[in-house]
């Protein structure tokens, strides 16, 4: 059984920064992609950023000025930090964990976490 956890939210101001992490536990032998998404209320899912253990993760656009991500293979963690926080950032924020083979496995499967709230208030 494989669980994908997020820690770091909260309640910051505007131009505050913070740092998430998502930390997959489970007989893993290895991830191949950790990515972040985010949700505000009432909007589509959408993708952040994307580490695929290829030296050169993707940070979407809207946010490659502001937000990092990087990530720990000997933890199954991935992080994203996040500089110089905007009202507009407030949703949740997701992990999602795609291609983890466990020990034993024969094929790779994907998982969600449950989501960590960022609220920036102006």
């Known amino acids: 059984q494989v669980q994908v956890v997020e820690s770091g939210g909260g309640l910051v101001q505007a131009g505050d920064a913070l740092r998430l992490s998502c930390t997959a536990s489970?007989?893993?032998?290895?991830?191949?992609?950790m990515s972040w998404y985010r949700q505000a209320q009432g909007m589509s899912r959408e993708l952040l950023a994307r580490?695929?253990?290829?030296?050169?993760?993707y940070v979407a656009i809207a946010v490659k000025d502001r937000f990092t991500i990087s990530r720990d293979n000997a933890k199954n963690t991935v992080y994203l930090q996040m500089n110089n926080l905007k009202p507009e950032d407030t949703a949740v924020y997701y992990c999602?964990?795609?291609?983890?083979?466990?020990?034993?496995?024969?094929?790779?499967?994907?998982?969600w976490g449950q989501g960590t709230q960022v609220t920036v208030s102006s």
């Open positions: 999602y964990a795609s291609g983890v083979y466990v020990y034993g496995g024969s094929y790779g499967e994907n998982y």
């Open positions: 489970g007989r893993i032998a290895r991830i191949n992609i």
């Open positions: 580490d695929a253990n290829t030296g050169s993760p």
